[in-house]
Each structure stands twice: as C-alpha cells, then as structure tokens.
C-alpha cells in the first residue's frame, strides 16, 4: 500500500468535515422521507463501517479463518436512533478510527497488505482491496451528503 493510498484515506475525515461545514442541526437531522437517511445518519453509517473495516482487517492480520463480518447498516442506523446523535460526535469517532488504522498500516509490510480474507459473497479480499474499497465507499457518501443537502435547500425554498 503507497503512502498516498493512505493519504487518501485518512483525507476522508477532511473531505467529510468540508462536506458537513456550516451545517445547522436541522440541515444535519433533515431527511427527504422517513426511510431515507440524514446527513448525520450518513456519518453514523460511515463510523459504523469505520469499525467494521477496523475489525475486518485485525481478522484478517490475526489469520482467523472466519468468514468476515457482514453488517445490516439500515437496521444498525436505525437500530442506534442515529439521527438523535450528533453529527460532531460521529465525525470525531470517524477521525480516531483512521488515525488508529493508520499507525497500524505504517507498521504492515508488503506482505501483510497482500494477506486475504473471505468476504459476505465469498469472495477473496486483501487488506489493500479493503482500505481502497474504504475510501471509495466514503466518496460514494460523500455524494450522498451533496445530495440531501440540495433536497434540504430545495425543501426550505418550497416552504
């Protein structure tokens, strides 16, 4: 893993933070429909899977032999009643997380980047394809983000 597939990945905490930047409470809790998420529901989702990577690849370091944990992200949001939490309290998990999980892959060696679990699917997974599968999946948030913002602009303009 390169020093700037990591740089990417720890950008993420900023790339949210720019995202969420001047938000009010509302605009964070603002939800096009009841099943649809909130920007702090996003956050809540990306910590979330923060720890489930976070697991995923100690398993696959520690050379368990399980199959890698699958989580059911709308029943774990909703489930926490994520959208009565804060915002700040979800993007500060999200940074220690990456902050963590960076000192570790500073210590991995080539070798250990290429070591594999099995996924959900049953499909083989490297470390490496997991940290890159996990920038990409903030970046996919992140248009999400972008979008529920523009739904809670047009919302206020209607009202």
Known sequence: MSRVQISDYLRTYHQLVKSTAGLTE?????????ASWSVTEVLTHLADHSIVVSFRIRDILAATTAQ???FNQDAWVSGQYANSGNASDN????RSLLYYNSLL???LSEEDWEKSGIN???ETVKISDI??????HVERHLGQIERIKQGAANASFVQ
């Open 120 to 122: 959900f699917k049953g």
């Open 68 to 70: 890698l944990p699958v």
């Open 131 to 136: 940290v890159h599968g996990f920038t990409g």
């Open 26 to 34: 509302e605009q964070l809790k603002w939800k096009a429909e009841p």
């Open 105 to 107: 892959f500073e210590r």
């Open 91 to 94: 993007l500060e998990l999200f």
